[in-house]
């Protein structure tokens, strides 16, 4: 309640006289400008307006072909600047196959079966990574893996049998044909053969 005392000779004086009881507001008494002054706390609620973001878009790494499976090859990381769940990255091989997996995660890059150089020599991956707002953003990264070749193979002779006519005159270490080569060591003649 406001009690104002008009015709007196200071002129109109306001002031609070009821309705206030934990003195939230004051008056000035000249104007009768009410103020309050209140303690407000503001929560500001985070909206997924970033996507995750990789340091780089693209990566190559160089794995050896004898490497076992479950060998860790990578670790994607995404940073994703929203907060609480927004905030978090999860992973996925959008490139799938019989070869590689990723944890969703952590973002570890691994071998689920063998490389082998002979058969593929190098492998292009796409691991996406997701946040988990409604609806999600994403961003990429893609993997160039560059297979090793390891020395797994014997050397393997086209034919088992070659058929190459080679003269007696041949002096030692003479090229037979482009693929043999005759290395004579005789310590004894021919003849106690």
Same mark, same amino acid.
């Given at each position: 309640?406001?009690?104002? %005392?008009? #015709? +007196?000779? %200071?002129?109109?004086?306001?002031?609070?006289? *009821?309705?206030?009881?934990?003195?939230?507001?004051?008056?000035?008494?000249?104007?009768?400008?009410?103020?309050? *002054?209140?303690?407000?706390?503001? !929560?500001?609620?985070?909206?997924?307006?970033?996507?995750?973001?990789?340091?780089?878009? &693209? =990566?190559?790494?160089?794995?050896?072909?004898?490497? /076992?499976?479950?060998?860790?090859?990578? $670790?994607?990381?995404?940073?994703?600047?929203?907060? #609480?769940?927004?905030? $978090? !990255?999860?992973?996925?091989?959008?490139?799938?196959? /019989?070869?590689?997996?990723?944890?969703?995660?952590?973002?570890?890059? +691994?071998?689920? *079966?063998?490389?082998?150089?002979? $058969?593929?020599?190098?492998?292009?991956?796409?691991?996406?990574?997701?946040?988990?707002?409604?609806?999600?953003?994403? +961003?990429?990264?893609?993997?160039?893996?560059?297979?090793?070749? !390891?020395?797994?193979? /014997?050397?393997? %002779?086209?034919? $088992?049998?070659? *058929? !190459?006519? =080679?003269?007696?005159?041949? /002096?030692?270490?003479?090229?037979? +044909?482009?693929?043999?080569?005759?290395?004579?060591?005789?310590?004894?003649? %021919?003849? &106690?053969?």
């Amino acid at each position: 309640m406001i009690i104002f %005392f008009p #015709g +007196s000779k %200071f002129g109109v004086r306001y002031s609070i006289y *009821s309705g206030d009881p934990d003195g939230y507001l004051t008056i000035d008494p000249i104007s009768g400008t009410l103020r309050t *002054s209140a303690r407000v706390h503001i !929560v500001i609620e985070d909206v997924n307006d970033n996507a995750p973001e990789f340091a780089s878009s &693209k =990566v190559r790494i160089s794995v050896r072909e004898s490497e /076992p499976p479950g060998a860790p090859l990578y $670790t994607a990381h995404a940073v994703d600047k929203d907060s #609480g769940q927004y905030g $978090t !990255v999860t992973y996925r091989l959008l490139t799938d196959g /019989p070869l590689f997996r990723v944890e969703p995660k952590s973002g570890d890059l +691994s071998l689920r *079966s063998p490389l082998d150089y002979e $058969t593929a020599q190098r492998h292009s991956l796409v691991i996406s990574a997701t946040d988990g707002g409604t609806p999600p953003l994403t +961003s990429n990264l893609t993997i160039l893996l560059e297979v090793q070749d !390891v020395n797994d193979n /014997p050397p393997v %002779f086209e034919r $088992t049998e070659y *058929s !190459v006519p =080679v003269s007696e005159a041949l /002096p030692v270490d003479s090229q037979v +044909s482009p693929l043999f080569y005759i290395i004579l060591m005789i310590s004894e003649p %021919f003849s &106690k053969l």
